[in-house]
């Protein structure tokens, strides 16, 4: 099963909620909790996106290894393209893409250390 989808009746994990108040701040809430007040509404969306996918490289990382590189797949098979920040990946992910590679990630890679395979981890990729 895909790591990122609950099984049929299974609860999540975490649980995140983004209230927006009447004087136009967004609290961003876990489990309950707030974690953040923000007030431009223009950086409520990259701030969210930030908090949930670390949430999820920190359930992903009990079961699967996890490295800062890109992935892709083709013919049934992934290849991994580890490397440094501002070294290139998400431009040569982006180029094998053009070259009918399927994305499986840019900037994190899930391998599963029982199977040997790549899971997806699709973000935007600019």
Do not use: C, W
Not at 76 to 84: I, Q
């Amino acid at each position: 099963m895909f790591p990122g989808r609950l099984a049929e009746g299974a609860q999540p994990s975490v649980l995140f909620d983004v209230l927006h108040t009447h004087d136009a701040a967004y609290t961003i809430v876990r489990d309950g909790l707030a974690i953040e007040v923000v007030e431009n509404h223009d950086v409520v969306l990259p701030f969210v996106v930030g908090v949930l996918t670390s949430a999820a490289l920190q359930e992903l990382r009990n079961r699967y290894f996890l490295f800062h590189a890109g992935s892709v797949a083709r013919g049934g098979r992934g290849l991994l393209l580890p490397a440094p920040s501002g070294s290139g990946k998400t431009t040569l992910v982006a180029a094998l893409i053009q070259a009918g590679f399927g994305f499986l990630a840019e900037d994190v890679a899930v391998l599963d250390p029982s199977t040997a395979e790549l899971h997806p981890f699709a973000n935007s990729l600019f």
